[in-house]
């Protein structure tokens, strides 16, 4: 399997998890409830999700920890890792171009959910 594929099979796994948890198929918490910052979220089968509530709306999944990782997995780091897009954001604007194809962890960051009550969201 070539580290793209790998990637790829992350992604979906990372997916699967935050639909299984917005659908009640396993439960959620809600450990941090604060404005402006990462909110954790822990889930029943052991993953942890870090969203970034930008004054009570979601934002984007900013990092995640599989149950079996200790550490968690930056996404916002990531997207900056990437040199051609860090160099767009931060250009004039009327010096840029199209902007940069997203990295393949854009679906993960830009997940959101269907049931708002359960993750106790803009509330």
């Known amino acids: 399997m070539t ?3 790998d990637l790829s ?3 979906d796994e990372v997916l699967r998890a935050l639909h299984r948890a917005d659908a009640g198929v396993v439960s959620l918490e809600r450990l941090t409830d604060r404005s402006c910052s990462n909110n954790e979220y ?3 089968d052991g993953w942890r999700f870090w969203v970034f509530d930008d004054v009570l ?3 984007y999944v ?3 920890a599989a ?4 550490d968690e997995t930056d996404l916002w780091s990531f997207l900056h890792q990437e040199g051609p897009y860090l ?3 931060y250009s004039e604007e009327e010096d840029r171009g199209p902007e940069p194809e997203p990295d393949q962890w854009e679906p993960v960051r830009a997940w959101k959910p269907a049931n708002r009550n359960l ?3 803009g509330y």
């Open 119 to 121: 993750w106790r969201w």
């Open 3 to 5: 580290d793209r594929e």
């Open 57 to 59: 709306e979601w934002d």
């Open 62 to 64: 900013a990092a995640f």
């Open 9 to 11: 099979s992350q992604v």
């Open 87 to 89: 160099e767009w954001v």
């Open 67 to 70: 149950p079996d990782d200790k």
């Open 42 to 44: 822990l889930t029943g």
